[in-house]
């Protein structure tokens, strides 16, 4: 099948303890793509403004991913995002946001994309989000994110976005506060409880957990990497390699999304090795089974009788 | 056989966001002897003062636990330290800390303890630490926990200590400052490099990882609890379930030191589920056992062909 990513494409400029980089190619989409694309073919939903570097567009073009979603709006800039990471690059400080293009965004699908029937919706208005999903003719496998600024302005639109997909991929801090509780395996089954099939919470480098209506629950920790790059993008590229292999699969039950989150955290972990894309647009389907496999090793234990 | 654990003994004051106690039983080897004693015989070295409230330490013989080695100090008060946790539960500030009797402590091992082939050694002064562990006839597995105020005092003695110990046993914000690096996994592979067999670093509710001088790497994610109550001597505990269940099994390879750290992270679970020492008071090995095979059943996962 072919899996629809909706979200933002931005330009980022990323500050770590060891580089500082203008001009990355970034915004939530793009990492979800590209994982995404490691599974499965890929439909990409975002607007661009007339200043838009083209040629890093075409970069993804070899990736197998379908661009014929993302537009150029005329009149308008590309989302522009900067950020600085902490020696731990485990916390950032948002430098600025300039929405530009994604301000009034509000697209329609392109001719036969409502056909889709697994569906990534990053981080976007949950009005918009909702709208989309209900576009779809007979979803599957949909996902929505969130980030901070719709659970503060919108936190009802958020729990309505959240109750409509069938996955929810949210990360720990906001899951805590739109839940209200500081117990993540509380908040996952609270948004469970609230009428989504799976609720993943992203636990950064600690890795992931997840609850189901089925009242399945999976706890996986994270890649023990290195040497960490640029944090941006690993929830996006976790997200993208989740519902990618769901795709791939197409089959939705405990074994599968299970294994579905190793693959997102696998996929993360590579995400984080690189500036921005870079790491992705090279990444093979062999190397991501290898790390798959020795993740395996790093887990695994044995019970005895 | 027998593990020996020195550490304080001291009287807490906590304060969570939901609860208020004061002269609750605390201090480093406290939990750890609890941890260790649903796996083992236990032996405790500790000093108290003359305040000390004995029918406190009554509570232990139940348990188990030799309490020869605890020792009233004339002249001395116990040891008090007070903390005030966060909303999440992950971080706190100290309020105060009395040393009183753990000023100056320097104790002698009792007659015929040299003969322990199993120790833990808390944090504590890590001259304390390196004199005790060489005190050891034949010491088979040792282990030293330390806190962030020796790493700052006195690093190079912290180094000594944890290059003659067998098992380090260190939180990861501490890890990260002796080593240098934010990276976990790096940290633990430089303390392996300085000479210590096993190095566990605890990630606080998000689990523990280790490494271990044959170059296994292992990490667990932590048992997602909904109900976190003082998560005071959470790592104490971790360390005695882990060196308890080493010591029972007579065995120091990969597959037990994997065990080890599920039955580290089951104990710890229980740990913070009450005031205190409470939970650890009352709970039994049956009801380790069946968190133990839970915990499998949250992390396990089939990874196909």
Redesign the interface.
């Known amino acids: 099948m072919t899996v629809l990513i909706a979200g933002w494409v931005a330009i980022d400029e990323i500050k770590t303890?060891f580089a500082h980089v203008e001009g990355k190619l970034g915004g939530s989409s793009t990492p979800a793509a590209l994982a995404a694309a490691l599974f499965t073919e890929v439909r990409m939903l975002a607007a661009i403004g007339e200043d838009f570097p083209m040629d890093e567009l075409r970069k993804f073009e070899g990736r197998g991913i379908d661009l014929s979603g993302v537009r150029v709006e005329p009149g308008t800039t590309t989302s522009r995002w900067g950020a600085e990471y902490s020696?731990?690059?485990?916390s950032r400080e948002t430098l600025y946001t300039h929405l530009g293009v994604n301000e009034s965004w509000n697209p329609e699908l392109p001719d036969g994309w409502a056909a889709s029937e697994t569906a990534i919706f990053a981080a976007l208005d949950p009005g918009l989000q909702v709208r989309l999903m209900k576009s779809l003719a007979s979803p599957v496998a949909t996902m929505v994110d969130t980030i901070k600024f719709y659970i503060d302005t919108q936190p009802e639109a958020v729990r309505e976005a959240m109750r409509t997909a069938h996955f929810v991929s949210i990360n720990e801090m906001e899951a805590?506060e739109l839940a209200g509780t500081?117990?993540?395996?509380?908040a996952a089954?609270g948004i469970v409880a609230a009428g989504t099939k799976t609720a993943i919470v992203k636990?950064g480098?600690?890795?992931a957990?997840c609850a189901s209506s089925d009242g399945d629950?999976?706890?996986?920790?994270?890649y023990?990497?290195?040497?960490?790059v640029d944090p941006t993008g690993a929830g996006d590229a976790f997200a993208g390699a989740f519902l990618g292999y769901i795709d791939s699969v197409g089959v939705v039950d405990a074994?599968h999304i299970?294994?579905a989150?190793?693959y997102g955290s696998t996929v993360a972990s590579f995400q984080v090795e690189g500036l921005g894309p870079e790491r992705l647009l090279t990444l093979t389907r062999e190397e991501v089974e290898q790390r798959?496999?020795e993740f395996?090793m790093?887990?695994?234990?044995?019970?005895?009788d």
């Open positions: 303890p020696f731990d690059m485990n805590r500081p117990s993540i395996a509380r089954r636990l480098e600690y890795g957990a629950y999976f706890v996986a920790p994270g023990p990497l290195e040497n960490v074994v299970r294994r989150m190793i798959f496999r395996r790093l887990t695994h234990y044995d019970i005895g």
